[in-house]
């Protein structure tokens, strides 16, 4: 496979269950991000990893859990979600770069459609 | 911090006709990028620009990057009804590192067979 592969791509859990979305890219890339899309909203920036770690929470609460085991692997954890949670969310991945340097965007993933009951 | 504004929000425009949409800067980019989504997908890289006053196209679409480096336009012409989706926007700064991009709100476009 080529690209960012998100799954599952469709998911409907109730307020007390636990999911976990999957991100995999096979670009080599070594920066990871999640974000959220709620209908016909601008994309909200949720969480960066660069190099498996966390640079970045954009005051996401805490029953969003992402995990970064590798550079080619993002998950998010979901528990206790809302019904405002039900949203888009896309993965991301890029090639961290140093300061200085330009860069060649960011190659998004499919997404997963959440709806949360 | 960085932000951007995208415009126009929406459009609802014939098929055949021309579309333009930009995006402004409160600082100075040295990259920008332009994305579409369409329905239910993840964002696709339409045009990337790295030079100020560079124009480029890409098929019917063409995109500039503006001599201030604060702003860019997108230009699609002669639309047709798989253009329908959302544009988005996108800047990097050389000074920020790990190449975080900053993106616009999106236009959402409309076209009327």
């Not at chain 1, 999640?34 to 909203?41: L, N, P, V």
């Not at chain 2, 329905?39 to 063409?62: D, M």
């Not at chain 2, 993106?103 to 409309?110: C, D, I, K, N």
Request: overall charge neutral; proline content about 5%.
């Amino acid at each position: 496979e080529t690209g960012v592969t998100q799954t599952p791509r469709h998911l409907v859990m109730g307020m007390t269950n636990k999911k976990s979305l999957k991100c995999e890219q096979h670009l080599g890339h070594n920066a990871m991000y999640w974000y959220k899309q709620s209908a016909k909203k601008p994309l909200e920036l949720m969480f960066v990893y660069n190099f498996k770690e966390q640079t970045e929470n954009n005051s996401v609460p805490s029953r969003f859990s992402p995990e970064c085991p590798n550079s080619s692997h993002l998950f998010l954890h979901l528990h206790t979600l809302q019904p405002e949670d039900s949203a888009l969310y896309l993965c991301a991945s890029s090639q961290f770069i140093g300061a200085g340097r330009s860069m060649d965007g960011y190659t998004f993933g499919s997404g997963t459609r959440l709806t949360v009951v | 911090g960085q932000q951007l504004n995208q415009s126009p929000q929406s459009m609802f425009i014939q098929e055949g006709e021309d579309v333009s949409m930009n995006c402004t800067s409160s600082s100075i980019f040295n990259t920008w990028l332009w994305y579409k989504q369409d329905p239910g997908e993840g964002p696709v890289l339409l045009i990337a620009l790295y030079k100020a006053g560079e124009l480029t196209s890409n098929g019917r679409l063409t995109a500039q990057f503006g001599i201030t480096r604060k702003d860019s336009f997108l230009n699609i012409s002669a639309s047709i009804p798989s253009d329908v989706g959302i544009y988005f926007c996108a800047g990097h700064s050389i000074y920020n590192q790990g190449g975080k991009l900053i993106f616009g709100q999106g236009t959402e476009l409309s076209v009327k067979p």
